[in-house]
């Protein structure tokens, strides 16, 4: 088992910058590829951000490529999300999600833990 703990969302402005985290505990965090994800009101969820067990390869959707910054800390078992130039539009619940595989993928149905979730609010 894996638990996974966001933190880090918040109520900002339009063109601000936010990192969230999330801290992962009950197995190897090392083995785990990550990822983050969002879900907006009425919509479906959707992939942000995904990085590999070393952190050597990462992947976004495009529309936040160039703004959004996904890391990990092995040594602390925490993955993050850096995101710039926040829209409107990036305002959802935030959410980490770890893969037993080493290289993430888009598709949520592949991950095998998910973390509770944070707010991101962005207004204009």
Not at 44 to 70: L, N
Not at 84 to 101: G, I, M
Request: glycine fraction near 12%.
């Amino acid at each position: 088992q894996v638990q996974l703990v966001e933190s880090g969302g918040g109520l900002m402005q339009a063109g601000d910058s936010l990192g969230v985290s999330c801290a992962a505990s009950g197995r190897t965090f090392s083995s785990l590829a990550m990822g983050w994800f969002r879900q907006a009101p009425g919509k479906e969820r959707e992939f942000v951000a995904g990085i590999s067990v070393s952190g050597r390869t990462t992947s976004y959707t495009a529309s936040v490529q160039g703004r959004f910054t996904i890391a990990r800390d092995n040594t602390k078992n925490t993955v993050y999300l850096q995101m710039n130039s926040l829209k409107p539009e990036d305002t959802a619940v935030y959410y980490c999600a770890a893969d037993v595989r080493r290289i993430p993928t888009m598709t949520p149905g592949d991950y095998d833990y998910w973390g509770q979730g944070t707010q991101v609010t962005v207004s204009s």
